[in-house]
């Protein structure tokens, strides 16, 4: 059987205390993303979730960064932070509007991210899922919803995902809900627990154990030590995995992805 890829990174390439610790102190800050993109697999790119991009911008980054490296991107705040998630049309097709397909083959999944506060309704949540577009000019467009709150964590909610083979994010996370349930093709990790303190980010035994599990999905398994909602397992199959060390301890997180990057290479 083949192996899915696996992709790691980070969020984003822009933040001041990295210079010194993962970037060169004098390298240009226009040199930070293909810096970066030279060290890890993957970057989810938070800033489109605050405001659209313009086309310019996204070829822009698509030329900066290797080949087989892809970005993943937030979908806009607009879509998402709304009572009514069946109105929310009008700003996923400007966010599609604003030139994403000039990242071509570098465009991997759009995350689609909800507030803590927002619980599950099955009806407007399914209408939602019904408004992401799966194509657009003949590519093929990949989603991923990022759930905070414990009112998804419901056989309702895995079964409305599976009807459309939308994946739900894997939050390693203090407080926010963690389901493991394999609803799509591909698996999206966060790993948001990490420390300043520790070089690495998560500790080496940590990372040994994300290793394992992000080869497991690729493999076409589910790591029998992460909590499902749903029954039964997925159907085995090769799987994408994308996986960012992202929030917590981001002062080292590239360091700790490069790790990341090494352990799962190594089998």
Sequence with gaps: MNKGKIYIGIGGWTFAPWRGVFYPEKLAQSKELGYAASKLTSIEINGTYYGSQKPASFRKWASEVPEGFIFSLKGPRFATNRKV?????????RFYDSGVLELGDKLGPVLWQFMPTKRFDEADFGAFL????????????????????????????????????????????????????????????????????????????????????????????????????????????????????????KVHAPAGAMDLIGRVSEK
């Design 130 to 249: 019904e408004l992401l577009p799966r194509e657009l000019n003949g590519r093929k467009l990949r989603h991923v919803v990022e759930v905070r709150h414990d009112s998804f964590c419901c056989d309702a909610f895995i079964t409305l995902l599976k009807k459309f083979a939308v994946p739900v994010v894997y939050a390693d996370h203090a407080t926010y809900p963690a389901i493991a349930d394999i609803t799509g093709d591909f698996v999206y990790a966060r790993l948001q627990t990490g420390q300043d303190s520790v070089k690495t980010a998560y500790p080496p035994k940590q990372l040994g154990q994300w290793a394992e599990r992000l080869r497991t999905w690729a493999d076409g398994g589910e790591p029998d030590d992460l909590p499902r909602i749903g029954k039964p397992a997925a159907k085995k199959k090769p799987r994408d995995v994308f996986a960012y060390i992202i929030h917590g301890g």
């Design 85 to 93: 998630l069946a109105e929310a049309g009008d700003s996923v097709r």
